[in-house]
């Protein structure tokens, strides 16, 4: 499966911004989704995850409650709706297929990493 994310660019503290996910060569009706971030000079670290049927969520806690998760499997895509955005949220986000448990929080478990989006938060 080939993943690609789009949605980032630059704005404004507190602004939002959606992120998409679409795939192609396979269906993502099977796969637990993820959202991954990286910021400038620092790891790769998680940001949210859901699963094949979207009915659980799981965040981290630097974006509960100002993030969500949604699936449409129909299209063959994963969004990630940001508000409340804080300069803390710049770096470059990826999508990619995690196995739901307790390793699903490392980018290493993941696979099928596409292409990430820039997304810059100005202060």
């Known amino acids: 499966v080939q993943l690609q994310a789009s949605g980032g660019g630059l704005v404004q503290a507190g602004g939002s911004l959606r992120l998409s996910c679409a795939a192609s060569?396979?269906?993502?009706?099977?796969?637990?989704m993820g959202w991954f971030r990286q910021a400038p000079g620092k790891e790769r670290v998680f940001v949210a995850a859901i699963s094949w049927t979207g009915s659980t969520t799981t965040y981290a806690d630097s974006v509960k409650g100002r993030f969500s998760i949604s699936r449409d499997n129909a299209r063959n895509t994963v969004a990630l709706q940001m508000n409340s955005l804080k300069p803390e949220d710049t770096g470059v986000y990826y999508c990619a297929v995690v196995l739901w448990g307790a390793t699903m929080f490392s980018p290493t478990s993941a696979s099928y990493w596409g292409q990430g989006t820039q997304v810059t938060v100005s202060s």
């Open positions: 060569g396979r269906t993502l009706s099977t796969y637990n």
